[in-house]
């Protein structure tokens, strides 16, 4: 049985992603999945926050001059400070109904790219929202732990993590990182890629929520096998004559548009793949590659990755998830992973 203690546990584990938040409580799991959106009112100089999460992402595009909304997280790293920190206090808020808690520690996980400036400010944001003490964790480790992947012993694994802003490519060994690189490539820069194709191929201007619903429905990283694949109709400004119009586009298409976002993410693992050394990339042979992160569920993505490399390459089964099940994991069993949360820098 769990004791008092863990039932009235407020510590957390927050996935502080370019797309998505995750929060997990420890002992009760993954508790909170919102958009990490945050629209907010501006008036005389100063930012009023009228909506979190799915409520502002809705708002994406469609606001009056009066309101912004706005994503503070790029590329993995705090973009807009003050607007990520009411996004963090407004998700531990709602993860903590009650009042009279003791403050929580609370556990964030960081890219591996990032700078000790963005690690500080991360630090900063969530000791600023109300958390008592604030460990940061590398995203890579966070991933493969929750991807179920066995890091402490020693041989190579390697994880690739592709998340909304960037792609964390890492070989894992002894519950470490021996090698990662960190590319800025991710879900934004698959919507993107969609955006310009569609402007110049279509003369067509579609919005980030087009662009998003065209990857996550017929999204796929290799051309289908007919050359056309499925279709889907998409609505959006034509260039030409200034109005609106709705047109269909086909997979493989999608594929056309894809293709550099693709290309780099190979490039990412094979680059990899050549730093790694030798005793450890024979590990990999064996074990092969796991994708995690929203940008896993690309159709074909393992296929793509699978004939570039050689290796087997098979995709976490709870990919969106696996970095906050990590996270999460590193605060219920602090003790064996403290090795691997950075609680000063």
């Known amino acids: 049985m769990f004791g008092l203690g863990s039932l009235f546990s407020s510590d957390m584990a927050i996935d502080l992603g370019t797309a998505n938040t995750l929060v997990y409580v420890k002992g ?7 958009p990490s959106v ?7 100089g100063v930012k009023k926050v009228l909506a979190v999460g799915e409520d502002a992402k809705l708002m994406l595009g469609r606001t009056p001059g009066s309101i912004e909304a706005i994503r503070p997280m790029r590329e993995g790293v705090i973009a807009d400070f003050d607007v990520a920190e009411e996004m963090i206090k407004h998700f531990i808020r709602k993860v903590h109904r009650r009042s ?3 403050k929580p520690k609370i556990i964030v996980c960081v890219p591996h790219g990032a700078t000790p400036v963005e690690k500080r400010a991360i630090r900063q944001s969530v000791l600023s929202a109300g958390a008592r003490r604030a460990g940061l964790i590398a995203e890579p480790i966070a991933a493969a732990i929750g991807a179920g992947m066995p890091i402490t012993d020693p041989t190579g694994n390697m994880v690739v993590d592709i998340g909304g802003g960037t792609t964390e490519v890492a070989v894992l060994s002894l519950g470490d990182i021996v090698y990662a690189r960190s590319v800025r490539v991710g879900g934004d820069r698959m919507d993107e890629a969609i ?7 279509h003369n067509l201007l579609v ?3 087009t662009a998003e619903r065209i990857k996550t429905s017929i999204g796929t990283a290799r051309m289908p096998d007919d050359g056309r694949g499925q279709t889907m109709m998409i609505r959006g400004r034509d260039l030409l004559n200034g109005v609106p119009k709705e047109t269909e586009i086909s997979q493989a298409q999608v594929a056309e548009a894809l293709a550099e976002p693709v290309q780099q993410i190979c490039e990412a693992v094979m680059t990899a793949l050549e730093a790694t050394p030798p005793d450890l990339a024979a590990d990999i042979v064996d074990r092969g590659v796991m994708l995690t992160g929203g ?7 393992d296929l793509a990755l699978r004939e570039q490399t050689g290796l087997a390459i098979s995709v976490a089964d709870e990919s969106l998830n696996c970095v906050a099940l990590g996270t999460g994991k590193a605060l219920e069993y602090e003790k064996q992973l ?8």
């Open 100 to 102: 009279g808690f003791s």
């Open 38 to 44: 945050v629209a907010y009112h501006v008036k005389d």
């Open 295 to 301: 940008g896993a569920l690309l159709g074909e993505l």
């Open 338 to 345: 403290r090795h691997v949360i950075d609680y000063d820098s």
């Open 207 to 209: 919005g980030e929520s």
């Open 195 to 201: 955006i310009s194709y569609l402007r110049r191929q």
């Open 28 to 34: 009760r799991g993954i508790v909170l999945s919102e």
